[in-house]
């Protein structure tokens, strides 16, 4: 079983950046694809981006694609989001996941518990 821990969320203008952070358990992180989804307030979870295990293929939603970057780093069995240039739809609760490939998404087999991003105006 895999466990997932994300931080790095929180309070930030619209214009700024933050960077979340997803530390996994387990010795063969290099092997899992990770994600990471959001869910805003009254809306379905949505795909974000996700990395291959080796960090070799990326894959963005059009929504953030040019603003935010996802990057690992395995020797640390971590994960990350970089958010640049947020807007306030962005805010969100932002989800990493571990799971299967499927196409340029990703389906998930483990969930971290989230962490909250909110971009005020």
């Known amino acids: 079983q895999v466990q997932l821990v994300e931080s790095g969320g929180g309070l930030v203008q619209a214009g700024g950046s933050l960077r979340l952070s997803c530390a996994a358990s387990?010795?063969?992180?290099?092997?899992?694809?990770m994600g990471w989804f959001r869910q805003a307030p009254g809306k379905e979870r949505e795909f974000v981006a996700r990395i291959s295990g080796i960090g070799d293929i990326t894959y963005y939603a059009d929504s953030v694609k040019g603003r935010f970057t996802i990057s690992r780093d395995n020797a640390k069995n971590t994960a990350y989001l970089q958010m640049n240039s947020l807007k306030p739809e962005d805010t969100a609760v932002y989800f990493c996941?571990?799971?299967?490939?499927?196409?340029?998404?990703?389906?998930?087999?483990?969930w971290g518990k989230g962490t909250l991003v909110t971009v005020s105006s």
């Open positions: 996941a571990t799971g299967d490939l499927d196409g340029h998404t990703l389906i998930p087999n483990y």
């Open positions: 387990g010795r063969t992180f290099s092997r899992y694809n």
